[in-house]
């Protein structure tokens, strides 16, 4: 009977009354003890405020039930896919929408929609994934804004893939310190590309000079990365460089000589496909012929092998005490009659003879910044 007379009334009431009306109910609703029948009744009657015309009524109805944790899911859910100023307000705040209505709401709406979900506080991973998967640029920054949010690695490797070229994504990810260090590798390279296709950068330096700079700056990026990361990390950074065409002998050597052993192990064992206790028992006990038999195994040409097998044997003297030096100098001093030649071996310490002056530089650097500190 309630209701009936109230949806009666709301026929020919005016708006602002229905509104007071709208909230009156929806707060008696969740601040009181109604009974069964009442509680019905209530419920039926805010379900015919969900059609109302005027955009008030149901506003005033959002305004009274965001915040209550006992709000009819299907009154709030409704309230969610609104008008803008309706769904802000439930979908900023409403306890009662679950992880899943977030996901439902970030399928199913548009981008104001999912740039709502994306701001609310405590976001689940759930939610910050759909956003991840169907969200514009726009959306990932307020995402990754958000600084309640559960993302997950996988997720923000997926934002990596999708938006790795947008520069405010790439920053906001290059800050998270779980970013996987696949993703971490897709944002330099990234980098790298845009460097590329900068004008300026192409009138000043010459396209076939950029090439040359940008993939030396690609590999010491990966080394960087490959040192910086926890040991489980390793083998999906390989098989992420093995995909995308970057697990070369020129990166191969460059992890070695740099003492980056774990990296350099992970790499061998997905190209040979031994396990990885054996590999490494071969890198750091096996005779000759058995590290050039891995090698070889790994698919490096027998014309740079060598260059390899001798790494190693210096990497050990290295290991025991000699510093990295020894490893790009012995190689530079063993192969020095192949250089220049022209030849991949020359080819191949030419790349040893850039990374140790670049090690060289920073070293340098690093000194200069620790002499500068004590001063």
Request: aromatic residues 4%; negative net charge; contains cysteine.
């Amino acid at each position: 009977m309630i209701v009936q007379v109230f949806l009666r009334w709301a026929e020919t009431a005016r708006t602002g009354d229905r509104a007071r009306a709208a909230s009156a109910l929806a707060k008696a609703f969740v601040g009181s003890s109604l009974g069964p029948d009442e509680h019905r009744a209530a419920i039926m009657a805010m379900t015919y405020l969900l059609d109302d015309p005027s955009p008030k009524v149901r506003l005033s109805l959002a305004e009274a039930l965001a915040s209550s944790d006992v709000a009819p899911r299907p009154i709030i859910m409704s309230l969610a896919e609104d008008q803008p100023e309706i769904a802000c307000t439930v979908i900023a705040c409403s306890p009662v929408l679950r992880d899943a209505d977030l996901v439902e709401l970030a399928g199913r709406g548009d981008s104001f929609t999912r740039s709502l979900v994306a701001t609310r506080p405590g976001l689940g991973c759930s939610a910050a994934a759909a956003v991840a998967e169907v969200g514009d640029g726009a959306e990932i920054v307020l995402l990754l804004e958000n600084d309640t949010a559960s993302i997950s690695r996988i997720t923000l490797r997926r934002m990596a893939q999708r938006f790795g070229h947008l520069a405010d994504v790439r920053h906001l990810l290059l800050e998270r310190g779980n970013l996987p260090a696949d993703a971490r590798h897709m944002l330099v390279a990234h980098v790298a590309a845009a460097l590329a296709g900068s004008d300026l950068v192409t009138r000043t330096i010459g396209a076939k000079r950029i090439d040359v700079m940008t993939r030396e700056a690609g590999d010491e990026a990966i080394v960087a990365i490959a040192g910086s990361i926890f040991q489980d990390e390793i083998p999906l950074l390989v098989e992420h460089l093995k995909t995308s065409g970057r697990l070369t002998p020129a990166l191969l050597i460059h992890a070695l000589c740099s003492g980056k052993v774990d990296f350099f192990a992970s790499a061998i064992v997905s190209l040979v496909h031994l396990e990885e206790r054996r590999v490494r028992a071969i890198l750091a006990t096996g005779r000759v012929h058995a590290v050039r038999a891995l090698f070889e195994a790994a698919g490096i040409g027998r014309d740079i092998v060598a260059v390899f097998v001798e790494a190693v044997f210096l990497w050990r003297r290295a290991a025991a005490g000699g510093g990295l030096d020894t490893c790009y100098l012995g190689l530079l001093e063993q192969f020095e009659g192949l250089r220049g030649d022209g030849g991949a071996v020359g080819q191949l310490l030419d790349m040893v003879d850039l990374l140790h002056r670049g090690e060289l530089r920073r070293s340098a650097r690093s000194y200069a910044a620790d002499v500068s500190l004590v001063a």
